[in-house]
């Protein structure tokens, strides 16, 4: 179980605004008598009092986005060019600065150049944008040579690179007093609601002040993030990609009732304190951005689907020969073996091509591209988070551009659509929960200060299946683990799910230099709480149940840990362990 955490974190943020807004409003007004005697353009200065960026905490209250105070780093070149030698100048702030002084100068030499022959009208240039006090100090010596300083809020990111594409992160303006640019995640999409409005102090005449308006801060966000599963996830997630030599690979865990994402974490990831080092590929958010074809964790979709049309029962049979026809397409089996006479739950547990195509046939053309687009997949789930991606369905209303009959075949075992992880999860998640299509959020409620919180209701699309149906699949989906996926089986408790493997499209076909493995699980089974999707690109090991089942049971440990979940497997099996 989690660490206690405090239920005060609004009124500790609330107290620490009120704090810092006297202590700038203290500062100024000693400035005020500093110049009681100024001339009168001096008297007419306006002074903006920064507003505090609202603070992003996870589920519990901990922070994952919080304001500090930086220094950015200027050149005023109209200063800079009256110095009789640039060149000590250079030299001597690139020491605090850390910057080679040929490189300082050769900017400046640049910037001066264009600024006297009236190529641009600015006069100022960044040198550095955030600098801490320490080096603020060493560089104010050099402020009457035309080095600038400006206090501005810095955000900090306590996880780093495990929560980066949640949070997203905050750069600095292109100008002197631009506001810092949100970008990526719940900073980008609730950028309004984060941000505040600045103060000002202005016109002062002897020791009076003036015109005086507080800072009044932005809203503070309660996110449905859980630091100890977003940590846990991320930690299992980059182990298992360095012990399989992969590229890459997403970590999504949601609340099966609700929608709201509990964890999602991607590699390769980024340190938002310091993104100005990081590779500009890693700021993508593969889980909402980054499509796929998710291979036989569809099954489980295809199946739901024929059951619920009545088109098969759990209980149906076909004759597995390892191979077959349709369209004009030849299919056979990952395994190229033929299985006789086999049930449903078998064509599961094996995870058979051929079963999938002929339970979509069972079902038909039309009712099996509806159950596609009931389960959210070809449109985007409408997550709050920046930048999500549709995925891609051929659709038979364009049969004869995008579709031909043949995509049946293939899209009943995940092979010619794409989705993202987050679609896939969302989808699975409906199984366990009844039939019931959540649209998956990351914001919890909005903290205004001094008024009551805004919560999010949880929004239902749809009710995919039957209650039933869904209850019949997750059974199915249960044997998978107890049978074949077995290494993502958790002692204790009753999880379902389904293995995928994957090929990855390239022009004229696949390619045959790696896979992507993924499983989508949840548990208990009888009344599931948690969808727990894990998807590893190119590992060492090709199939999904050999790296992303055992992701599944290192996460889902953390998950069952952090909630609290009971031990339920002695009652989902009628007795005893298994």
């Not at 030499?109 to 100022?124: E, F, K, M, P």
């Not at 970008?183 to 002062?204: H, N, P």
């Not at 940590?231 to 012990?243: F, K």
């Not at 440990?557 to 009971?566: G, Q, R, S, T």
Request: include cysteine; glycine fraction near 8%; aromatic fraction near 6%.
């Amino acid at each position: 179980m989690s660490a206690q955490r405090s239920p005060f974190y609004p009124r500790l943020a609330a107290l620490a605004t009120m704090l810092a807004t006297l202590v700038v409003v203290l500062g100024l007004r000693l400035t005020w008598l500093a110049r009681a005697s100024a001339e009168p353009s001096e008297r007419d200065r306006r002074f903006e009092i920064p507003a505090p960026r609202g603070t992003i905490w996870d589920r519990q209250g901990m922070p994952l986005a919080t304001d500090s105070y930086a220094y950015e780093i200027g050149l005023d070149l109209a200063t800079a060019r009256q110095q009789d030698d640039l060149v000590a100048l250079c030299e001597a702030i690139a020491i605090p600065l850390g910057q080679p002084a040929a490189e300082i100068l050769e900017r400046a030499q640049v910037a001066i150049d264009a600024y006297t022959q009236a190529l641009t009208t600015t006069r100022w240039i960044r040198l550095a944008p955030l600098v801490d006090i320490p080096t603020s100090k060493a560089l104010a010596a050099y402020e009457d040579q035309g080095v600038t300083q400006r206090r501005i809020p810095h955000r900090i990111y306590p996880l780093g690179a495990d929560s980066a594409h949640v949070t997203g992160f905050l750069y600095a303006g292109p100008e002197p007093g631009d506001r810092p640019v949100a970008a990526l995640g719940v900073e980008a999409s609730y950028d309004a609601t984060l941000t505040g409005i600045d103060g000002q102090l202005a016109g002062y005449s002897g020791s009076q002040p003036g015109d005086f308006r507080p800072a009044r801060a932005g809203t503070d966000l309660r996110l449905t993030i859980d630091r100890d599963i977003q940590v846990a996830a991320a930690r299992a997630l980059a182990e298992t990609i360095e012990q399989q030599s992969a590229t890459g690979g997403t970590v999504i865990v949601l609340e099966v009732a609700s929608g709201a994402i509990l964890a999602s974490t991607s590699l390769p990831s980024f340190d938002p304190n310091h993104f100005e080092t990081a590779d500009p590929a890693s700021f993508s958010d593969p889980a909402v951005s980054a499509s796929y074809e998710p291979g036989s964790v569809l099954k489980s979709v295809t199946l739901a689907a024929a059951i619920d049309a009545g088109a098969v029962t759990p209980d149906s049979h076909y004759q597995d020969e390892g191979t077959i026809e349709y369209e004009g397409l030849h299919i056979q089996n990952s395994d190229h073996l033929g299985h006789g006479w086999i049930s449903m739950r078998d064509m599961m547990v094996n995870s058979l091509n051929v079963g999938a195509v002929w339970t979509a046939g069972q079902l038909g053309r039309e009712p099996f591209y509806r159950a596609l687009s009931d389960f959210g997949f070809g449109v985007p789930t409408g997550v709050d988070l920046a930048a999500e991606a549709s995925g891609i369905v051929h659709w038979p209303a364009v049969e004869g551009e995008d579709w031909y009959a043949g995509n049946l075949a293939t899209n009943s075992f995940g092979q010619g659509l794409s989705a993202t992880p987050l679609q896939v999860a969302a989808a699975i998640a409906a199984i366990a929960n009844d039939g019931r299509l959540m649209q998956p959020y990351v914001l919890a409620e909005a903290l205004p200060a001094g008024r009551p919180g805004v919560p999010t209701q949880p929004r239902m699309v749809r009710q995919v299946i039957g209650a039933e149906s869904a209850r019949e699949v997750r059974q199915l989906m249960q044997a998978v683990v107890d049978d074949k996926a077995t290494q993502a089986a958790l002692p204790g408790y009753a999880v379902a799910g389904k293995t995928g493997t994957s090929q990855i499209p390239v022009p004229g076909g696949y390619d045959d230099t790696g896979t992507i493995a993924s499983f989508a699980g949840f548990l208990p089974v009888d009344q599931p709480q948690v969808l727990i999707l894990t998807k590893v690109d190119r590992p060492h090991a090709v199939r999904g149940s050999d790296v992303a089942a055992p992701l599944f049971r290192e996460v889902a440990k953390a998950v069952v840990a952090a909630l609290d979940i009971p031990p339920d497997r002695a009652q989902a099996l009628g007795g005893g362990e298994r």
